[in-house]
């Protein structure tokens, strides 16, 4: 009692460095907008987006440069090792390197975006990296309260972001539902977490997993319960209804940065949830994950193929996208915990590309978002059609994208496994895809602009950034995934899975 | 050193100059064609150093290279030919300047992305043939697809984008439950060897274990998924859309007659081979009990194509359609000839791979000639027009006759080795192809007779143009090999004869039960034992 808790305050800073930031942008929000001219600059709102995204920049790079070192020197530190809550192992390091890529992509998407949809403020860049130290805490979690913290602060923010086109009705619409369905989750999880304290007596992970019996039907209800918290964050079927929705209404760029990173930390952290606290009912667990992740492959491609409006579109590949991923979670083994984690990298890399396309195209405070808008674009802007090809024969998993080999190492360790009928279907699943995916293409360049297409906005440093930044990323996770010195992404993937297994 | 990678070098070389292209600023439409024309000569030119440089007599792959890919999964650059795959990439390397000199004034929009997808379907073709590691071969299979969907989508007809679409779905469908099959097949090796490894074979000279050493079980033996006919069935699915065996064939008349000229003729010449030449190298010496047992369902499709695609082919009354067609009916000798599992119809086969590539070829060239001048394809258009165009009609002639079979002509040589060999294994099924040979000389003579033949009735033929230069020139390229072929077919046979052997003698010990890598000493008088084996397991 006498003696000082030996607490790693050392494992707090890439999260702190974050919230620093998130701090400063507010701060500097404030200062900036007041003057008329900074430095003998004029202030313009571009200017003070583009100083508030170099500060986010900032801190995401520093926590993101930090969170790579701890990955690649190993070793796992505890902020507390006598009451394990934060834990920064080999696993959440590379979780938080995803999460964080996907933070800073969309943060230099929405730059121009948001002065294009005339909705720059400040408090955007704050609200996204208060939501990525959410995603942070989640993904470090060893104990429910903490991962229920995480969720929250995660959540809440992007809340806002869903609605912070104001005097649109669709975001209005995207954020309340958003909220209220999210909302419904949390109190599910919730539940879920209280009904585990209840019967275990524990909240942290490992504490869980010693005092949880397989047949104690309490535990197992908040075990379910705990997971359908997350399949409405990950959106799988059939807990998916909200996606389409508030995808579509969400500004384009916060629909990318959800899209991507709210994936990633719920699967990241459900990852640690079910190998390191619920091992034991893991036998009863596999059905379930394996029926979640038939139904959201094949909803979620078939109701894909029906969409005309592109974000809509992208929201139901990211349902079938998660249900993919839960195939994964149904092999349970550590080579497909391995390929979720790589799944994840490429999905941010081919997803934010994607979305990064259409919110480039959008003009004058109108988004470009029906199909039919892209008619043409091959002719008129060959090099973003060539870009959105490239995401979209990614996402559709053509080989020599980053989506092939994620998908390959995916399929590998679920027929290792002996999954090969869900393998089956989710290789039909996804020859579905192809379909809508090619949809963009066939417009793009078979068919005339008209009067129906655009018109189209002009592409600004920040978004050339991320197009680049997420071509290059797809096509090297798609060509050279393990080949350069150094960059063994793939590995890493695999290696990164490894902590969740030792603990068993 | 130029002579260690030559083959990558033959590959990657239409793909490098088409990146370049891309990344260059702007400039004249002729600049673009005639890079494009220059790098595909190129790669011909270094493709006839493979072809001198390969040596006939000896087994095993030649031109080999290996690099490591993803090490840790077995994954490896990993290239080579034997005779089969030389043939090919010969072909490929052949027709490609051919057809961009033959599309010359045909592409009028957007010239530079044409030839950009045109050199990387070049690359894709010739990898997919060279590749010996499965990994590899899938990975060049698939991106040949977006390519020829654009060449398709974007240059070709009226109802170009079904076309497309339709094609890029039948071939994926396949190619993903082969996918599958093939991730199988890498974890039985991994079961049986310890190691992760999806080359074909062995790096020559080593006694490293690959995916040809797998034991890969007969119903019965494992979960099903696991057995011989399940995994034959997942990659004849893949190959069997490609080729295209009937039922499976009807994304091929689509394709065809939407896609521009040279689209089509890469799509006869070339991209149906990847079909019949992934059953040869990957499903009959993986699965090689399940391909005999498969035998008779083979036969029967084949056969079915052979007929039901001369019959289709004569009511058809565009002139792209019989041609489509009558490739459904060729397709189906070259599947009769190889699941035929002899030297003469294996042989053969392979043969007519190259023959109907260089026939079809030439034919969809000299119906996209017509078509640029009258704007139709409709034979009854046309009639007597032997008459303004005497060299077109001349030519049309002759590679109908070649296509035919006719003897001095390259297809007759390949038909003639297909029904041998196909006799020896089962006359049941060879007589009622022979009538397709019949049936293939009444569709195409008839097109011909009433094309050029009789009066000029259409007074908008009288004034047709006779072929201009660059036409003669695509045309006398194309005939070489064709009179080549039928003349003297020794250079060609030649080549082929150690590896069709190995593909025999591969499913010849397959089909005993031992393990392929067996020693090469059994060489002597294999052919009386493996015909003899195959009977026996046929029945």
Partial sequence: ?504 | MIDAHLLSLVTFLPLAVALVLLLAGRAPELVWKGVALGASLLTFGLSIGLWLGFDPTRTGYQFVERAPWLPGWGIHYFVGIDGMSLLLVMLTTFLMPIVLLASWNDVKRSVRSYVFFMLSLETAMIGTFVALNLFQFYVFWELMLVPMYFIIGVWGGARRVYAAVKFFLFTMLGSLLMLVALIVVYYLHFEQFGTLNLDLVALPGTAARAILDTHVPIAGQAVWWQTQPWLFAAFALAFGVKVPMVPLHTWLPDAHVEAPTSGSVILAGVLLKMGTYGFVRFALPLFPVAAVQFTPVIFTLAVIGILYGALVSMVQKDMKRVVAYSSVAHLGFVMLGMFALNVEGLEGSVLQMVNHGLSTGALFLLVGMLYERRHTRDIAEFGGIAKPMPVYAALFVLVTMSSIGLPMLNGFVGEFLILLGAFARSPAFAVPATFGVVLAAAYLLWMVRRIFFGPVENPENRSLIDLGLREKAVMVAIVVPILWIGIYPDPFLRRLDASVLEVLRRVEVGMAGGSANAPHADRVGLEAPARAALAEAGR
């Fill in chain 1, 1 to 504: 009692m006498s003696q000082a808790p030996a607490l790693n305050l050392g494992t707090l800073l890439p999260i702190g460095s974050v919230w620093l930031g998130a701090l400063l942008v507010l701060l500097g929000e404030v200062l900036l907008s007041r003057r008329r001219s900074f430095l003998g600059r004029p202030v313009t709102p571009v200017w003070i987006g583009t100083v508030l995204a170099a500060i986010s920049t900032f801190f995401l790079v520093l926590a993101l440069a930090m969170s790579l070192q701890a990955f690649l020197s190993g070793g796992a530190v505890d902020f507390d090792p006598a009451h394990p809550m934060i834990e920064l192992d080999r696993f959440s390091n590379f979780a938080v390197v995803v999460v964080v890529l996907g933070s800073l992509l969309s943060c230099w998407l929405s730059v121009s975006y948001l002065v294009e949809l005339r909705i720059n403020h400040g408090e955007y860049y704050s609200l996204l990296l208060l939501a990525t130290s959410g995603m942070m805490l989640t993904v470090m979690a060893v104990d429910l309260v903490v991962l229920f913290l995480g969720i929250e602060l995660m959540s809440i923010p992007i809340y806002v972001l869903a609605g912070f086109q104001r005097r649109d009705l669709r975001s209005n619409e995207a954020a309340l539902k958003y909220f209220l369905v999210g909302s419904f989750a949390t109190a599910i999880l919730l539940y879920g977490m209280a009904l585990l304290y209840g019967v275990t007596g524990a909240t942290d992970f490992a504490g869980i997993h010693t005092h949880l019996e397989p047949t104690n039907l309490v535990g197992l209800a908040g075990v379910g319960l705990l997971i359908v918290g997350f399949a409405f964050k990950v959106s799988s079927v059939p807990f998916h209804q909200w996606t389409p929705d508030v995808y579509e209404g969400a500004p384009t760029a916060v629909t990318a940065y959800m899209s991507v990173t709210v994936k990633a930390a719920a699967f990241l952290a459900l990852l640690r949830v079910v190998m390191v606290a619920l091992p034991s009912v893991a036998l009863r667990l596999e059905p379930l994950f394996w029926a979640l992740a038939a139904l959201t492959m094949v909803v979620g491609n078939v109701m894909a193929v029906i969409q005309d409006n592109v974000k809509r579109m992208l929201a139901y590949s990211s349902v079938a996208h998660a249900g993919y991923i839960l195939i994964g979670l149904a092999t349970a083994t550590a080579e497909s915990y391995g390929a979720v984690v790589f799944y994840l990298l490429a999905y941010v890399f081919m997803n934010v590309g994607a979305f990064a396309v259409v919110s480039a195209l959008a003009d004058a405070g109108r988004e470009c978002d029906r199909i039919q808008d892209f008619a043409g674009l091959g002719q008129e802007r060959p090099g973003m059609a060539a870009l959105m090809t490239l995401f979209m024969l990614s996402l559709a998993g053509i080989p020599s994208t980053a989506g092939f080999f994620a998908k390959f190492v995916l399929f590998a360790a679920a027929v290792n496994a002996g999954l090969t009928g869900l393998t089956i279907l989710a290789v039909l699943a996804s020859l579905v895809s192809v379909y809508y995916y090619l949809r963009l293409p066939v417009m793009m360049y078979m068919r005339e602009r008209s009067a129906e297409s655009g018109p189209w906005g002009v592409l600004s440093t920040g978004e050339l950034v991320v197009l680049i930044a997420c071509a290059a990323g797809v096509l090297f996770l798609g060509i050279f995934p393990n080949v350069v010195e150094g960059l063994h992404v793939l590995d890493w993937a695999r290696d990164s899975a490894a902590p969740l297994f030792a603990a068993r």
